[in-house]
C-alpha cells in the first residue's frame, strides 16, 4: 500500500527557506507525479507543483519564482524548497501522488504544518 | 488558470437525508473533475475523478455527475462520517486549481 509522509521544520524565520521532504513507502516514485499542495490554516488548497521521475517539473505560476521540487531516486523522496517565505506560507504543506493520464491526487501524506514566525 | 467556484459554502443536512454539491468551472474542462473530502485534521482523500467514476473503496453512496462547466456531487443517505468539507479540482490544465470547498454539517 502506497503511503507517503511528509518532514521538515516546523518553524521557518521570514525572508528563509521553507524545506521540505516527502518520503514514499509501498511503492517507487519512478512511475506518476509526484505533487506538492498546501492548504492555509481554515483556507482551501492550493497546488504548487510536481515533479515526474525523470526529474522534470511543473509549478504554478503564482509561486514559480520561488519554488523548487527536486526527487532523489536512491532514497524514493522528494522535496520541496520555497524560497523568501513571509508570513503568508503558514499552512499545513501536503504531498501526494497524481496520474500522468489525468492527474487526480490519489495518495496524500498526512501533512506538516508550516508556521513562518520570527 | 481555471477558476473553480463551489456552492453552496455551507450545506446543513439531517443524517439519512440527500446532500448535493455544485462545482462550476471558468471554461470546459470536459470530465477532468475530482472530488475530495477532507475531514478536521486530516488529508484530502479522493472520492471521484473522471466526473463520475468512484476511487477506490469509496462506497456508492457518492456519485458525481457533469462534464463541461457543471458538475455535482451527491452524497445519498448521509451518514455520521460523511460531514466534512469537499472540495471539487481540475485537471484539464495547469495549473491544478482546486474549488474553496463546501462544508457539510449537522443540522
Known amino acids: 500500500q502506497l503511503q507517503l509522509q511528509e518532514s521538515g521544520p516546523g518553524v521557518v524565520k521570514p525572508s528563509e527557506t521553507l524545506s521540505l521532504t516527502c518520503s514514499v513507502s509501498?511503492?517507487?516514485?519512478?512511475?506518476?507525479?509526484w505533487n506538492w499542495i498546501r492548504q492555509p490554516p481554515g483556507k482551501g488548497l492550493e497546488w504548487i507543483g510536481h515533479?515526474?521521475?525523470?526529474?522534470?517539473?511543473n509549478y504554478n505560476p503564482s509561486l514559480k519564482s520561488r519554488v523548487s521540487i527536486s526527487r532523489d531516486m536512491s532514497k524514493n523522496q522528494f522535496s520541496l524548497r520555497l524560497t523568501s517565505v513571509t508570513a503568508a506560507d503558514t499552512a499545513v504543506y501536503f504531498c501526494?501522488?497524481?496520474?500522468?493520464?489525468?492527474?487526480?491526487?490519489?495518495?496524500w501524506g498526512q501533512g506538516i504544518l508550516v508556521t513562518v514566525s520570527s | 488558470e481555471i477558476l473553480m467556484t463551489q456552492s453552496p459554502t455551507t450545506l446543513s443536512v439531517s443524517p439519512g437525508e440527500r446532500a448535493m454539491l455544485s462545482c462550476r468551472s471558468s471554461?470546459?474542462?470536459?470530465?477532468?473533475l475530482a472530488w475530495y473530502q477532507q475531514r478536521p485534521g486530516q488529508a484530502p482523500r479522493l472520492l471521484i475523478y473522471?466526473?463520475?467514476a468512484r476511487a477506490t473503496g469509496i462506497p456508492a453512496r457518492f456519485s458525481g455527475t457533469g462534464s463541461g462547466t457543471e458538475f455535482t456531487l451527491s452524497i445519498s443517505s448521509l451518514q455520521s462520517d460523511d460531514f466534512a468539507v469537499y472540495f471539487c479540482?481540475?485537471?484539464?490544465?495547469?495549473?491544478?486549481?482546486f474549488g474553496g470547498g463546501t462544508k457539510v454539517e449537522i443540522k
Open positions: 509501498g511503492g517507487s516514485i519512478s512511475l506518476e507525479y
Open positions: 479540482q481540475q485537471y484539464s490544465k495547469w495549473p491544478l486549481t
Open positions: 515533479v515526474y521521475y525523470s526529474g522534470s517539473t
Open positions: 471554461q470546459s474542462i470536459s470530465s477532468n
Open positions: 473522471g466526473g463520475s
Open positions: 501526494a501522488r497524481s496520474i500522468v493520464s489525468a492527474p487526480r491526487l490519489d495518495t
